[in-house]
């Protein structure tokens, strides 16, 4: 039986800070993604004629409804199947944005219809156009209301980031199995890998937190 060993992680130490990075980068833009993507979503489904509004209900129902593996391999493998070839960086952002975005959308249509129906008069009062008025008064302010849910959705993103590992891209987890490859040693790493997650996940609460607090100053 091995005793633990933590001298191994020495010389890979930059490995697995590159997977370091790379996992802030995914989280960083997937996050983007789901957000924008969430209120294109939300907005579609309130607003848009059902020829727009029924798809993106299908689109919805499809990603809660699949895994998030299996959206990744359709997404990498399926779609070059089709002529479409995208790499696998951004295939796993890609993947990441959509299957959180359709749960951001829930939240922020809630949070649109729980704006009063007077914001949008008054923005139509004042000249506004529809689009105007939910671009410049509504969708802030259902943004404001919904942040500590889609927060938490955000901490979920940078826990699954570690899924877009099967598609070859080099996160952390991706990074750990690299250096365990060559070391036999997967304890080690898997441990460094888990402290490093946690450390992530606590700077992503502070990030979250700093912003909960401006939100509620401008509420």
Do not use: C
């Amino acid at each position: 039986m091995q005793g633990l060993d933590f001298s191994v992680v020495s010389p890979y130490l930059d490995v697995i800070w590159t997977g370091v990075a790379w996992t802030a980068v995914i989280t960083g833009m997937a996050s983007v993604v789901s957000v924008a993507g969430g209120v294109v979503l939300a907005v579609a489904v309130l607003y848009a004629l059902s020829i727009v509004a029924y798809p993106v209900r299908m689109f919805s129902w499809v990603f809660m409804g699949t895994p998030l593996l299996l959206q990744l391999y359709l997404i990498y493998f399926g779609l070059v199947q089709i002529g479409i070839d995208i790499p696998a960086l951004a295939a796993g952002i890609i993947g990441l944005g959509l299957h959180f975005a359709v749960y951001n959308a829930d939240i922020i249509r809630a949070g649109i219809l729980a704006v009063d129906m007077g914001q949008m008069e008054g923005a139509r009062t004042i000249g506004f156009s529809r689009w105007q008025a939910l671009r410049y008064v509504v969708i802030p302010q259902a943004l404001l209301n919904t942040a500590p849910p889609i927060g938490n959705n955000l901490i979920a993103l940078l826990k699954e980031s570690a899924i877009v590992s099967v598609i070859g891209v080099a996160e952390l987890v991706h990074s750990s199995q690299l250096a365990i490859s060559e070391t036999y040693r997967p304890f080690e790493f898997y441990v460094l890998a888990a402290v490093l997650y946690y450390v992530l996940n606590l700077a992503l609460e502070g990030i979250l937190k700093i912003v909960e607090t401006r939100v509620e100053a401008i509420r």
